[in-house]
């Protein structure tokens, strides 16, 4: 694990959990102790040797890291303006994504808390699966908490889940989707707090959430800085992730921060598009205030109602975002950027064909947008993108996206 | 009638307060209107008017039911407003039971503003400790308004003496850890808490999540200041054929809980 100092510009020193007027800490009394708790135990689990030699071990063996960076090389050259494109290949990572990388660390967490049980909401469910994983290996009792929506686009995952040991609970309040999966995931924290914790997927939540998450995925980035400077010998000219909750983007950008010549891009669902209503671009289309425990950007009307999300993405549709991402877009740090889902499902269709490499569609955001950066910035320059995840898991989506599965072919292959 | 001397009057008389809670907004604002008048009649001593909220995290099934409906048919922050008025206007004390972003949205200053013009007495903010926001205390004091915190059977000493020292009116001790609901029993911890809260403060305390009956009621009452109930009374409403025969119900089992928070 990455323990360097945060960057001072970022968090702000006086409010542990703030981000400048982001963050913070906005939940129900009775969770106050076992934030604090953990908040402690990370605080001392950082310090301590045997942790980080037990993390970092389980990362090596079990995970695979450090995971490799991949030239796009064709992708770059048809499809993305010529442009250099390197993948920060986290789709191989063990169970398909980046999500195991944080769930490694807040398992082990759990383990020194001493509590016997860990609850997780899921969106695509490969945070689920993660923590399924993580709990199945660690010999801890894990329920997930999954939109019924999402458990339907999803459905492969949902039976990963329940093959790892884990009990997955279908939610069915408000949009059925991530936002109330957190909900609910929330509702049974504060009921079982005492023998359960709660692994949280991402950059949101309330303090020390945030932190810990970007903490534990902070590796992406410190990886992938070493591997292109060994590879093309410079800093690349931009960086690009997709953006849900924020914690594979914030993961890959943090070794940059203080690269002032490297930008950072994210990209936000933008659905059917951001003018049609019908999107989860957080940060461009919403407004500052308070989900989930802190303060952020949002997707809220005029009452301060959470208006619902939508993505072909689950792992993007979610109406929040992290408050270190509403602090980086508006310190100017980082850009942050829609795409929309048939931008998305080209960008998918293109990796598939040029590269060999199905991604995730949460991921093909990044890939769309790093189309788009190649246009932008030319045959030039180097353009590094986290492939947060593999796609095995949106077959269907896509199949049915791209027409795949008309009668004849579906009703004997399948 | 503040908060405060709706208590005091209940404890002239030796028993604990009544306090019940229903959202503004259903089964419609009038209707809500009309179901808190019928609680107050039959004898509940403070009321916590809900604002509807989307993302309601301590709130259980039955709740979560009323507010989305009530969201869905419209009820706006306006509305909660003028639900506060009607009742203000039946003497009793109206609190708003409000999630953070509602009012952040509405502007802390501004709410604080409306809701004192409006008859109000205070908020009760579930999701939002005292050090969580620098901006809701001062704008309830400028208005004269109650700030009521919660206490957790988790709470540490310190922070029950923080959270007491932040509250007016009175303190919210949740008596079990978990959301609103109705429960077979109210947990042992809420007694003990009860005393963890009253070596820090003067003020009432009132203990809710759970309580559903005039038996439970009656235990409560015999270690705190006041007894509240949310679910029990949402539930007559969204059971209820039509909406005069919830009325009916809620108004039966105010008069019932009555009898229970004068049982010590
Ligand atoms: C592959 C993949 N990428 C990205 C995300 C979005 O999450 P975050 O923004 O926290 O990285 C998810 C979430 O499910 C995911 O599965």
Redesign the pocket.
Known sequence: MDTRPDSGHVLSADRPGRFGPYGGRYVPEALIAALDELDREYAAAKQDPAFTAELDHLLTTYTGRPTPITEAARFGAEAAGGARVLLKREDLNHTG???INNVLGQALLTKRIGKPRVIAE??????GVATATAAALMGLECVIYMGEEDTRRQALNVARMRLLGATVVPVTTGSRTLKDAINEALRDWVTNVATTNYVF???AGPHPFPTLVRDLQRIIGVEARQQVLDLTGKLPDAVA?????????IGIFHAFIDDPEVALYGFEAGGDGVATGRHAATITAGSPGVLHGARSYLLQDEMGQTIESHSIS???DYPGV?PEHAWLKDSGRATYEPVDDADAMEAFRLLCRTEGIIP?I??SHALAGARRLGERLGPEATILVNL??RGDKDVDTAATWFGLMDDSESEGGR | MTTSVAFEKARAEGRAALVGYLPAGYPSVDGSIEAIRAMVEAGVDVVEVGLPYSDPLIDGPVIQTAVDAALRAGTTTKDVLRVVEAVAATGAPAVVMSYWNPLDRYGAAAFARDLAAAGGSGVITPDLTPDADDTWIPAAREHGLDTVFLVAPSSTEERIAMTTAACRGFVYATSVMGVTGTREQVGDAAAGLVARTKATTQLPVAVGLGVSNAAQAAEIAAYADGVVVGSAFVRRLLEAPDPAAGVTAVAELAADLAGGVRTR
């Not at chain 1, 899921?122 to 945070?127: K, L, M, N, R």
């Open positions: 994504s980046h999500k899921t969106g695509a469910g490969q945070h997927g991402t950059v992730a997709c953006v849900g909750g924020g914690s594979n983007a689950a792992g993007l992290g995730a949460e991921s947060s995840g």
